[in-house]
């Protein structure tokens, strides 16, 4: 399947506090045994993609596919406890297992959404001729949505464990600046909403296939525990089994891409201290 390789960003993002007002001022950071929280938000790029779709009556693949994500606009439901699951959000939560190596267990709730405003290469076969009439030369124009409405918007969820190594890069008495950088793995867990065919939208969560990623980040620690973090990913994601209508079997659709993502938040650090 072609593969076009999407950016990936410099980085900022994840930081973690220091410790007890009894030592020096500048000691270096230690994180043996230390947690952090982090909340924040996100804006992904994909790279197109094939995407086949297989079936009763139908077995096809539609060539070099763009889609996008689509940020909610920007307003209380980004800070609204019960509408966090709105936005494009990530979540982390950390343990270092080791002095600046932590093992990080997180959430990227990203969005994918197929646009529609393309026309795409076709191959294979429909047996309905209502929807094989709209393949002319080898292409299908997407314009028309009785054809085919295809996203991950409830969302393209990555869920995934990753090791990040962590370097200080300023010590201060009040401030901290942290960077990291690691690589994660998961699965991926979408919300697909998916019409084919005028089919009734499929729309529910399951395990659809697995993800992989590189990351790195800049933190900003204050106060001793809270910090300010950016990140920059980039990675690769392939779900071979993605519902499209809500028979089980054997209607499914695959596809694999490269994403970019850059997320910010906030975050806090716990059991937080300085060397001896």
Request: no cysteine; charged share 20%.
């Amino acid at each position: 399947m072609k593969k076009v390789v999407v950016l990936s960003a410099v980085f900022l993002g994840s930081g973690f506090g220091f410790g007890q007002d009894i030592t020096p001022k500048n000691e270096p950071l230690t994180k043996k045994g230390q947690m952090f929280v982090f909340y924040g938000w996100n804006r992904g790029a994909f790279s197109n993609s094939d995407i086949h779709f297989k079936g009763k009556g139908y077995d096809f693949q539609l060539n070099n596919v763009a889609a996008a994500d689509r940020p909610t606009k920007f307003g209380l439901v980004y800070f609204d406890p019960a509408w966090f699951t709105v936005t494009q959000y990530n979540f982390r939560i950390g343990y270092f297992i080791k002095d600046n190596l932590a093992l990080v267990l997180g959430i990227d709730h990203m969005k994918y959404v197929m646009n529609q405003n393309q026309t795409v290469g076709f191959s294979g076969t429909v047996s309905d001729p209502k929807y094989a009439a709209y393949v002319q030369n080898g292409q299908v124009n997407l314009a028309d949505e009785n054809f085919l409405t295809f996203e991950h918007t409830d969302g393209l969820n990555y869920e995934n464990l990753g090791l990040e190594k962590y370097q200080n890069l300023i010590n201060k008495d009040k401030i901290d600046l942290v960077w990291s950088y690691g690589a994660g793995i998961g699965v991926m867990f979408p919300k697909s909403n998916v019409k084919l065919f005028g089919n009734e939208r499929s729309d529910r969560f399951h395990v659809a296939g697995m993800g992989t990623d590189l990351r790195t980040s800049l933190n900003l620690v204050f106060w001793k525990h809270w910090m300010a973090r950016v990140e920059a990913k980039a990675g690769y994601i392939n779900m071979w089994d993605i519902k499209t209508t809500l028979n089980n079997k054997p209607d499914k659709a695959t596809q694999d891409f490269v994403f970019g993502q850059i997320n910010a938040g906030i975050g806090y650090t716990f059991n937080t201290r300085k060397n001896n």
